[in-house]
């Protein structure tokens, strides 16, 4: 979606959110409309799924673009975190509090940080999201866990896309 695009749609309230009993930071906080925010909500726009949006908002700290007509949510980022970062491998493998794939042969690929990052990870048996929030998706599907949850697969999936 391009900035004059979002101009002639009436989508232009933009509000900010803290987790339930948070507290805001003392440090200054990146303005809300600044032109990375809106280009990173602009890019998204409508094609963010809700529970992609829930997953952003229970991270905290995330900027929503929201349809004053309707009152609906149609897009989350995190300001937490720079916009657009990649998450970053871990090396070697997998910690406790990163994303984690590991494949039928037992490799792991581990991410740490904030973001997207899409690829080809071959014959991923295992995922787990490490201490946030995170969303996987694959040839066939998606699927978003909490902290602490594990997914196994049936059979071996190709991943194509994990953010958090």
């Given at each position: 979606?391009?900035?004059?695009?979002?101009?002639?749609?009436?989508?232009?309230?933009?509000?900010?959110a803290?987790?339930?009993?948070?507290?805001?930071?003392?440090?200054?906080?990146?303005p809300?409309?600044?032109?990375?925010?809106?280009?990173?909500?602009?890019?998204?726009?409508?094609?963010?799924t809700?529970?992609?949006?829930?997953?952003?908002?229970?991270?905290?700290?995330?900027?929503?673009?929201?349809?004053?007509?309707?009152s609906?949510?149609?897009?989350?980022?995190?300001?937490?975190?720079?916009?657009?970062?990649?998450?970053?491998?871990?090396?070697?493998?997998?910690?406790?509090?990163?994303?984690?794939?590991?494949?039928?042969a037992n490799v792991?690929?581990?991410?740490?940080?904030?973001?997207?990052?899409?690829?080809?990870?071959?014959?991923i048996?295992?995922?787990?999201?490490?201490?946030?929030?995170?969303?996987?998706?694959?040839?066939?599907?998606?699927?978003?866990?909490?902290?602490?949850?594990?997914?196994?697969?049936?059979?071996?999936?190709?991943?194509?896309?994990?953010s958090?």
């Amino acid at each position: 979606m391009t900035r004059t695009m979002l101009a002639t749609v009436p989508l232009l309230l933009i509000t900010t959110a803290l987790p339930s009993g948070a507290v805001p930071s003392t440090e200054a906080a990146p303005p809300t409309t600044s032109a990375g925010v809106v280009s990173a909500l602009e890019q998204i726009g409508r094609t963010q799924t809700a529970s992609d949006i829930s997953a952003v908002r229970a991270a905290g700290g995330a900027v929503l673009l929201t349809d004053p007509d309707t009152s609906e949510v149609v897009a989350a980022v995190s300001v937490e975190t720079p916009l657009g970062r990649a998450l970053n491998p871990v090396t070697p493998g997998c910690s406790t509090t990163s994303l984690c794939m590991r494949s039928a042969a037992n490799v792991p690929y581990g991410y740490s940080g904030a973001g997207t990052r899409t690829g080809t990870w071959k014959n991923i048996a295992q995922m787990a999201p490490g201490d946030r929030r995170s969303r996987f998706e694959w040839t066939s599907g998606g699927l978003t866990l909490a902290p602490g949850e594990t997914n196994i697969f049936g059979r071996p999936v190709t991943m194509k896309k994990i953010s958090r």
